[in-house]
């Protein structure tokens, strides 16, 4: 079973920019497509962004141009760079590696001034 860990969240002023890493174990990492999701309260879990294991990448509308998600395969890691945060963007922030199903248990983003 793999597990992922994610770090990085935090408070960040609106125009301002954090990254978000995932961490995940076990022995096999990129041959995964791995993807970020994100939650605000009480809505549903959103795909952000992801990228497959040849590194083709989606983003959601509303974050391309801001958000860029990249991998490390030797450090097993996944980043998301999120530039220009605005409030619309604070959500628990979760990632995914797509086809185990694996989940991070999230990390929270706040854009507050």
């Known amino acids: 079973q793999v ?3 994610e770090s990085g969240g935090g408070l960040v002023q609106p125009g301002g920019s954090l990254r978000l ?3 995940a174990s076990g022995s096999i990492f990129s041959i995964y ?5 994100r939650q605000a309260p009480g809505k549903q879990r959103d795909m952000v962004a992801s990228m497959t294991s040849i590194g083709t990448t989606n983003y959601a509308a509303s974050v391309k141009g801001r958000f ?4 490390d395969n ?3 890691t ?3 760079q999120m530039t220009n945060l605005n409030p619309e963007d604070t959500a628990v922030y979760y990632c995914n590696l797509v ?7 999230g990390t929270q983003v706040t854009v507050s001034s």
């Open 78 to 80: 996944v980043y998301l």
């Open 33 to 37: 497509a791995v993807a970020w999701y």
């Open 99 to 105: 086809e185990t199903g694996s989940w991070g248990q």
């Open 74 to 76: 030797a450090k097993k």
């Open 3 to 5: 597990q992922l860990v």
């Open 21 to 23: 890493s995932c961490a």
């Open 68 to 71: 860029t998600i990249s991998r």
